[in-house]
């Protein structure tokens, strides 16, 4: 028998293809909100020509990559697990003959797939536009900004998983989501660089899968850092908040037995 998993993937690019006036209106969103943010970092370079190592053009590429990773990466609005486990629907998701947890991270990477053609490409290709974009000076960036971005995603989707498992002890997840949806985008380096976070903050966030979901990526396109570095941290954070999450569905799927009789 095949593996699903393959299928999953094209289902789920599929399925998010469908809906392409939703994909417009986000996108139409993003790049406004793109505007606001360049706005806001070029008036604070304008005090300073450089603020820890970002002039105008690494800002304004840090703002409209976010802007196109933001829906590559969703940061939010992934609850579907955490609704079919207060409606018990899961109960079908469990008896399928797959891995229920990489079931979703395929059809979660199908997902993505769609989005950098419908969300990253077109935000970039405006903000490039309008602004001084900064492009990677050597080609095997691009390669290692894929793989990040790649990464990003299962990073993602773990902290997503384990937010949506919670329903199983929670019922309603919604509290959960919201303090995540406050906390994440500042925290993650999507609203401001973290380079401009003080010090003790910066050393506390890199014992945190937090920076892998925007900052890692944005800074190997910006060729800051050293790249193999960041990239084997993102894979750590990947494996380990999947390991977690098995765990976690394991308890979980449990607990829902004991639940239902």
């Known amino acids: 028998m095949l593996s699903p998993y393959p299928q999953l993937v ?100 199908g997902r993505a797939g769609f989005a950098v053609l419908a969300r ?28 990040a971005a790649m990464l990003a995603v299962v990073v993602s989707f773990g902290i997503r998983f384990l937010l949506n498992a919670s329903a199983f002890w929670l019922l309603d997840a919604r509290g959960v989501f919201a303090v995540w949806g406050v906390v994440g985008g500042v925290l993650s380096g999507l609203v401001i660089p973290l380079a401009w976070f003080p010090e003790w903050a910066r050393t506390a966030l890199a014992f945190t899968p937090a920076p892998s979901l925007f900052q890692t990526p944005i800074d190997v396109f910006l060729e800051r850092g050293e790249p193999v570095g960041a990239l084997a941290g993102q894979a750590f954070w990947a494996v380990l908040l999947l390991g977690v999450g098995r765990v976690v569905l394991h308890r979980g799927s449990r607990r829902l037995v004991v639940q239902g009789g």
């Open 120 to 147: 990253l490409v077109p935000p970039m290709a405006f903000g490039a536009a309008l602004f001084p974009i900064r492009w990677p000076e050597r080609p095997a960036t691009w390669a290692l900004f894929a793989v």
């Open 10 to 109: 094209i289902a789920g690019f599929r399925r998010h293809s469908t809906y392409r006036q939703a994909a417009l209106a986000g996108l139409t969103t993003n790049i406004v909100f793109g505007l606001l943010r360049a706005a806001v970092l070029l008036a604070v370079l304008a005090q300073r020509p450089v603020v820890a190592g970002y002039d105008v053009a690494a800002a304004v590429t840090f703002v409209w990559l976010g802007q196109g990773l933001l829906t590559v990466v969703l940061l939010w609005g992934d609850t579907e697990l955490a609704t079919r486990i207060r409606t018990g629907d899961v109960v079908i998701d469990l008896g399928r003959p797959w891995d229920l947890q990489a079931a979703l991270l395929a059809g979660d990477l």
